[in-house]
Nanobody, 121 residues
Framework: VQLQASGGGLVQPGGSLKLSCATS????????IGWFRQVPGKEREGITC????????YYADSVKGRFTFSRDSAKRGFYLQMDSLKPEDTGVYFC???????????????WGQGTLVTVSS
């Protein structure tokens, strides 16, 4: 199982970025997939996930209405469209796959390397 996140960078507040996660070694339609964010001194936070049990889509309150999670199983990739970015969205973003229902770090066993997003003027 491999995941590789890309698309991070520096963007001004109010701007947009799209993160991509290229995958191999597992079926995107059968397992949980998600995006997590980590900032220095804090635990990794689940931003948006698709449940591995019922396919339900979760968004953290902090990103609802601004971020959009999508998946392209044919291309073996999933994506995070981030709009109306705020300075507090700054962090390292990780894509991951696991087996659970909750968008929590302990239910995800395979991780990409992370891509840095910096929102600053």
């Amino acid at each position: 199982v491999q995941l590789q996140a890309s698309g991070g960078g520096l963007v001004q507040p109010g701007g947009s970025l799209k993160l991509s996660c290229a995958t191999s070694g597992f079926d995107l339609d059968l397992f949980a997939i998600g995006w997590f964010r980590q900032v220095p001194g804090k635990e990794r936070e689940g931003i948006t996930c698709i449940s591995g049990t019922d396919g339900s889509l979760y968004y953290a309150d902090s990103v609802k209405g601004r971020f959009t999670f999508s998946r392209d199983s044919a291309k073996r990739g999933f994506y995070l469209q981030m709009d109306s970015l705020k300075p507090e969205d700054t962090g390292v973003y990780f894509c991951a796959t696991g087996w659970g229902t909750s968008c929590t770090e302990d239910e995800y066993g395979y991780w990409g390397q992370g891509t840095l997003v910096t929102v600053s003027s």
